[in-house]
């Protein structure tokens, strides 16, 4: 019986060494594994720079001949929680600087955007032109295409300045014929030439409300009525550079096209009302200035092209223009020999 408990542990002993050593290399190739992922993680946190060594050293078993501080598998497995912890902070710190670059890149990007949109806003648009000879002028090429829709176009049709200004007559003064100028201040150029005319030009009255975009209105509104239409034609384009958001740009912007389609030269004039109908399509005159567009191609002799902007005018405004501008825009129809 003795032998017989003597064999069974001899046994025992023998099944557990194999046990121990296959532990113990799993163990081992556990840890190699995790050095080899810290070290590609350390290669990428820090690119050319120190690799960070374990805590954790390797085992110390002191004397030759004494015991091991403590058991092999203990040691190797607070070596493995070592390793893994240093792989999960380095894994960490990776995401969160990718998270910060990713951050910078968006707000680079946004600042770009913004900055490419203030650039845009701030360079000059070239203004528009138009042939000087009035039989061989083009009328705008996007005349024809449609038109942002206004939201409620004004009824009235009158560009007379509401305060301290007369409402405009249809009597012709006696006047001379009026001669372009290009004059900046109180036109004067045509005058030097032709006293009489100076004398017209002095004769109207320049406002002084302490309003300088009504005056400024005010005063080109009263050199059109008095048939004096390069001067008004000065004022007006003043007007325009000056006070682009002045309550009175709509007006400005469609008398200046009526007096050059007064003075008969219908291809300015188309491209000051189709200015004023895109550039400002919610403007008290837009309404107006799309009929006159169409009296302005009709002159041309462009009687299709009129036809267009008529029906665009019944598609824009059909439902809130007024009665009198409706009938304009009949009669134009029938001057441009528009069919239906």
Known sequence: MRHALISVALLSA??????????????????????????????????????????????????????????????????????????????????????????????????????????????????????????????????????????TPAATTTDAPKPAAPKPVEAKPATAKPTPTTTATKPTTPAKDDPKRKALVDAVEIPATGDGGEDAYTYGFRLWQAKLYPEAQVKLKEFGAKYPKHKRASYAQNLLGRAYLDEGKPALASVSFYDNYTKNPKGERASESLYYLGVSLTKLKKLPDACKVYDEFDDVYGASAGADLKGRVAKGRVDAKCGG
């Open 14 to 151: 023998v099944a557990a060494t194999p046990l121990a050593a296959q532990q113990t290399g799993t163990i081992d190739l556990r840890v190699n594994k995790l050095e080899k992922e810290m070290k590609a993680v350390q290669r990428k946190v820090f690119p050319g720079g120190p690799e960070v060594q374990p805590e954790i050293g390797p085992l110390d078993t002191g004397d030759a001949g004494a015991a091991p501080a403590s058991a092999p598998l203990t040691d190797l497995t607070s070596r493995v929680d070592a390793l893994e912890a240093q792989l999960k902070m380095l894994t960490g710190q990776v995401e969160t600087d990718s998270n910060r670059l990713r951050k910078l890149e968006d707000a680079l990007k946004v600042f770009q955007d913004k900055t490419d949109t203030r650039l845009k806003l701030l360079e000059p648009t070239p203004p528009a032109t138009a042939a000087a000879n009035e039989g061989t002028a083009t009328t705008p090429a996007a005349a024809l295409a449609p038109a942002p829709r206004p939201v």
